[in-house]
């Protein structure tokens, strides 16, 4: 008889970031949990040297240090950041073309019929961004970065909430989108640290066709999207713009080259990308 490592054995070598050496095949009971046991250990300690370094040193999660980086490169490129509202009204999602009969729909976390967590920043920089062209001039660059919601089946790569940097620009001139939404991706990722990103082609359900910033093994790092576009007319906007959307536990995870989401995002299991149950 030939045992393998369990599956808690392998949930809790994983949420140590422990990948056991191939074949972790073994001849008796006794001989796995003597490895485990030993994997384990190094695992804690491992993780408790990241956690000490986070306590003694460098005090800041990556995802804040992050999100402080981006938000100073935008706003040394003249973007200003706005801050919206987490729960909006369902109506904003009717806006959005966000309807019963829509996919993205059935991931939202609806609070009492008329309002619900956001699935994205895009209705509050909508509305914001309505009521400050009326008083400023084009173009107009601003950012939100923050909480979104939805409801995603478990996985690697997709988290119940995660933290969205949405950046949009009013007024980009027509001819100059394309090659405006390649210079600020380049400059978020830049900010970011992260190299090797490519574009590619996606039809999004909200936004229609558009355009990705992925890894080169295909993890979707940022979506973009321009206008004029079917959905300013119900938002009043009638100027020409570009926007991109990341996701900032997905830029950690590609940077830190980690196999999973969860240690990047808010949470109480792990901190700073190291597990927090450490006995
Ligand atoms: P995917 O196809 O990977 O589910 P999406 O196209 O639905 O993503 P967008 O609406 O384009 O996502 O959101 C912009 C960015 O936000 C994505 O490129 C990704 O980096 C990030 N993102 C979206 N959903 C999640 C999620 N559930 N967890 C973590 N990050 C997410
Ligand atoms: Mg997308």
């Not at 994983?14 to 003597?34: D, G, H, K, W, Y």
């Amino acid at each position: 008889m030939s045992y393998s490592f369990s599956a808690a054995q392998m949930n809790r070598l994983s949420e140590l970031a422990v990948t056991p050496l191939e074949p972790a095949i073994f001849e008796t009971a006794e001989a796995r949990q003597r490895m485990f046991s030993q994997l384990e250990k190094e695992g804690v300690k491992k993780n408790r040297r990241a956690l000490t370094r986070l306590i003694e040193t460098t005090h800041k999660p990556a995802l804040c240090t992050l999100s402080e980086n981006l938000a100073r490169a935008l706003c040394a490129q003249g973007f200003t950041q706005v801050t919206t509202p987490t729960i909006i009204s369902s109506k904003a999602l009717k806006k959005m073309t966000i309807t019963p009969q829509s996919p993205l729909y059935k991931q939202v976390f609806h609070l009492d019929g008329k309002t619900c967590l956001r699935p994205m920043l895009a209705p509050g920089l909508y509305e914001v961004s309505q009521r400050l062209l009326n008083s400023q001039k084009q173009p107009l660059g601003i950012f939100e970065i923050g909480s979104c919601f939805r409801k995603e089946s478990e996985g690697n790569t997709h988290l119940k909430e995660f933290t969205m940097l949405n950046v949009v620009e009013w007024g980009t001139p027509m001819e100059s989108r394309l090659d405006r939404l390649k210079t600020l991706g380049a400059l978020v990722l830049d900010a970011a640290e992260i190299p090797g990103y490519c574009f590619k082609e996606d039809h999004s359900v909200v936004y229609g066709e558009g355009l990705d910033l992925v890894s080169p093994d295909g993890l979707e790092l940022a979506s973009t999207s321009m206008g004029p576009h079917p959905l300013d007319d119900a938002l009043k906007i009638t100027c020409t713009w570009v926007g991109i959307g990341f996701g900032l536990e997905r830029l950690l995870m590609f940077r830190e080259k980690t196999s999973g989401i969860h240690r990047h995002s808010k949470s109480t299991t792990f901190l700073d990308g190291a597990c927090l149950k450490l006995k």
